[in-house]
Each structure stands twice: as C-alpha cells, then as structure tokens.
C-alpha cells in the first residue's frame, strides 16, 4: 500500500519555527515531484511549496516565500518543509502529494498521492 505520512505540526507563537516531515512507503518516490499544500478551516486547499524529482527546483507561494523552505531526500523517501517565521495565517492543515506524471506541475488537481495530513497553529 502506498502512503505518504506527515508529521511534525503543532502549535507555535508567531515568529516560532515548525519542521514539518513526509514519510513515503510502498514506492519510492525518487523519480516523482512532490510538494506541499495546506487548507485553512473554510477555505480550499492551496499550493504552499513544490519541489522537482531530483530536489534541485522549487517553487513557493508568495505567501510563503522566504520563510519556507522545502527539501527532498530521495535516499531516505522522504519530504520536508522547514517553516521559519510562522504567521497566524500559517494557521491549517498541511498535507504533502506527489504525483507521477512527469508532464504535468503538481497541484490539487494533478497530485496522484496524498498524505493524511498534520496540523499547525500559529498564535499571535
């Protein structure tokens, strides 16, 4: 079975620091983008960070830009997103994807994994 586990969420002051991991089992995703999302209470689940299959291209939200950084350790499967300077605003649930399609850019709609999610708090 393939999955994908995050962990590392939970509460912080704002201007506190998260480091946020992505298990991967069943398959290696070495040769898979991967990234990830967040959705606050209410809203829709939105593109945080992705990261190319190799680990060296990324992209960030502006949102977040500067302040997260995402890494990928291939010969470990696993994801991370170092979230530096947290904001209340930072506030959801995070949850990492891969997908397998190498012609397409990772988003909600064409991610084919998704983990079950952790959940981070920034209080002001």
């Known amino acids: 079975q393939v999955k994908l586990v995050e962990s590392g969420g939970g509460a912080v002051q704002a201007g506190g620091s998260l480091r946020l991991s992505c298990a991967g089992s069943?398959?290696?995703?070495?040769?898979?983008?991967m990234g990830w999302f967040r959705q606050a209470p209410g809203k829709e689940r939105e593109f945080v960070a992705r990261?190319?299959?190799?680990?060296?291209?990324?992209n960030y939200a502006d949102s977040v830009k500067g302040r997260f950084t995402i890494s990928k350790d291939n010969t470990r499967n696993f994801l991370y997103l170092l979230m530096n300077r947290l904001k209340p605003e930072d506030t959801a649930v995070y949850y990492c994807a891969a997908k397998t399609n190498p012609w397409t850019v990772l988003s909600t709609s064409t991610a084919d994994y998704w983990g079950q999610g952790t959940q981070v708090t920034v209080s002001s």
């Open positions: 990261i190319n299959w190799r680990g060296d291209a990324t």
């Open positions: 069943g398959r290696t995703f070495t040769n898979d983008d």
